[in-house]
């Protein structure tokens, strides 16, 4: 059975840190790739980053490209995802997710998450 727990979500100001971390079951991040998505209740959710298993290739959306860095520890079948200079409009749940293929489709394509965790930046 395909799980995913995030943890690590909470408040922060503007312009501070938080690492967001993924465990993983049901599969291992050595044959599937990972990511996040985010999302604002009310709103669609926004495709934040990926990681392809195949060659670690990683994508991020725009609006956190150059502040956001997605990591992986196989041998943990954890996920990160450290989030600098973090902005009020990163304020959403952030979900763990798999494409659950070998190659990520973008930001996108998710076929599995998780629970989500909730970060909020205050001014």
């Known amino acids: 059975q395909v799980q995913l727990a995030e943890s690590g979500g909470g408040l922060v100001q503007v312009g501070g840190s938080l690492r967001l971390s993924c465990v993983v079951s049901g599969f291992t991040l050595d044959d599937y790739s990972i990511g996040w998505f985010r999302q604002v209740p009310g709103k669609e959710h926004e495709g934040v980053s990926c990681?392809?298993?195949?060659?670690?290739?990683?994508y991020y959306a725009d609006s956190v490209k150059g502040r956001f860095t997605i990591s992986r520890d196989n041998a943990k079948n954890t996920v990160y995802l450290q989030m600098n200079s973090l902005k009020p409009e990163d304020t959403a749940i952030y979900f763990c997710?798999?494409?659950?293929?070998?190659?990520?489709?973008?930001?996108?394509?998710?076929?599995?998450w998780g629970q989500g965790t909730l970060v909020t930046v205050s001014n």
């Open positions: 997710a798999t494409p659950f293929r070998e190659r990520c489709l973008g930001v996108n394509g998710m076929d599995y």
């Open positions: 990681m392809s298993s195949s060659d670690g290739s990683t």
